[in-house]
């Protein structure tokens, strides 16, 4: 598929108002997307577990204009009830990037009315769950112009224009595994949206577990387009790039096999060096905070004492995503609530799991 297979040429039927709600999920990568081409295309291919508790409900609500093609855009958002302005630029940035794909963005107003299942102080990066619900919306009304569209093509247009607002957002679609990126072994794999993972998966990673500690609840040190940019040039950058393929390739006969093992290495080592490309590159951060390598440090020790499989990953900032499987969960989660959660800020944590997708309604 090429990009121009989501250009329409025209609706099938008119439609005055309306309202539609999705809920999105958030997505946590094993293998890391960092870096990235013109029009958000990826350096490199990733792969994420789908979450389930960490969502984004939008409800998007469209009337047409008195004055229809008036070329400009028009849109109100609201965020847990309240107007906001200031979430307003990287709405029309997204708009502007998809126009040509969702003809029909001129034609109507829009009242965006969005909300989190966790807290907006949380530090928890809500573009994935809010881009991936809002993409939805727009497919739903797409769909009511075009009603003959197939659930395939629905689904990876949604990825197609969610990844247009921000990269992960198009992971968020379909549960429980999915892949964005071109990728020699994973079949129909494509930089332009994420597929739901085709091969095998061990029951050793069903129902994993993800218990994310907020260590740091501020606003995020580093954007994530300012991050992504820190990429070009970079001195380690292809050895990276090369380094994300082999770890999906790796990560392909981990999941068949159910090595737990093998799989906290590839997840663990992907985590510390997606922190070491930020650390050594110009300008260097260091987005870990003393309680992040504490906590690090605390799970290597309980690992070690208890032989559970007990692993971690981070996402661009200092929190920590703990995560283990279903049959280890009552102990696991014994240890962090008495070992881990101490060096949480207020003592917040998330408890979530592996999820299956975005829902309508
Ligand atoms: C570290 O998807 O937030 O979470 O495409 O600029 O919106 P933009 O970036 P974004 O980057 C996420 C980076 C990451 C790793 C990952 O989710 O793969």
Redesign the pocket.
């Known amino acids: 598929m090429t990009e121009n297979q989501f250009l329409i040429a025209n609706y099938q039927n008119k439609i005055k108002q309306g309202s539609v709600t999705w809920k999105s999920p958030s997505?946590?990568?094993l293998v890391?997307?960092?870096g990235?081409k013109d029009d958000?295309i990826p350096e490199n291919p990733?792969i994420?577990f789908t979450l389930d508790a960490c969502r984004t409900t939008t409800t998007l609500s469209f009337s047409e204009k008195e004055k229809i093609k008036d070329d400009e855009f028009s849109f109100d958002l609201f965020f847990e009830g309240k107007l906001k302005e200031d979430f307003k630029p990287k709405i029309l940035t997204f708009f502007k990037r998809i126009e040509a794909y969702v003809p029909f963005l001129k034609d109507y107003h829009f009242k965006i009315e969005t909300s989190n299942s966790f807290p907006h102080s949380s530090g928890i990066?809500s573009?994935?769950s809010g881009m991936s619900a809002l993409a939805l919306c727009l497919m739903d009304i797409e769909k009511q112009l075009n009603p003959d569209i197939s659930d395939d093509y629905f689904n990876k247009k949604a990825s197609f224009l969610a990844r247009l607002?921000?990269?992960?957002?198009c992971?968020s679609i379909e549960g429980d595994l999915v892949v964005w990126g071109k990728h020699d072994e994973v079949e129909e794999s494509s930089d332009l949206y994420g597929i739901k993972y085709p091969y095998q998966v061990h029951d050793n990673f069903k129902k994993y577990h993800d218990t994310i500690l907020l260590v740091d609840k501020g606003q995020k040190q580093v954007s994530?387009?300012v991050?992504?940019n820190l990429m070009h040039g970079h001195p380690f950058a292809s050895k990276r790039f090369e380094q994300a393929n082999e770890n999906l390739s790796k990560l392909i006969d981990v999941l068949k096999s159910g090595d737990l093992n093998a799989f906290i290495e590839i997840i663990e080592s992907e985590a510390l060096t997606?922190h070491a490309m930020m650390m050594t590159s110009l300008p260097y951060f260091i987005l870990m905070k003393p309680n992040t390598l504490e906590i690090i440090n605390k799970i290597w020790e309980f690992r070690q004492e208890s032989g559970l499989h007990i692993g971690f990953t981070l996402?661009?900032g200092a929190n920590v995503h703990v995560l283990y499987p279903e049959n280890e969960a009552v102990q696991i989660y014994e240890f962090i609530k008495n070992e881990l959660v101490a060096y949480c800020k207020n003592g917040h944590y998330i408890c979530d799991r592996i999820g299956f997708g975005a829902q309508k309604g």
Request: charged fraction near 15%.
């Open positions: 997505n946590i990568a890391k997307y960092w990235k958000q990733s994420s990066a573009s994935a607002g921000s990269g992960s957002a992971r994530s387009t991050g992504h997606l996402d661009a």
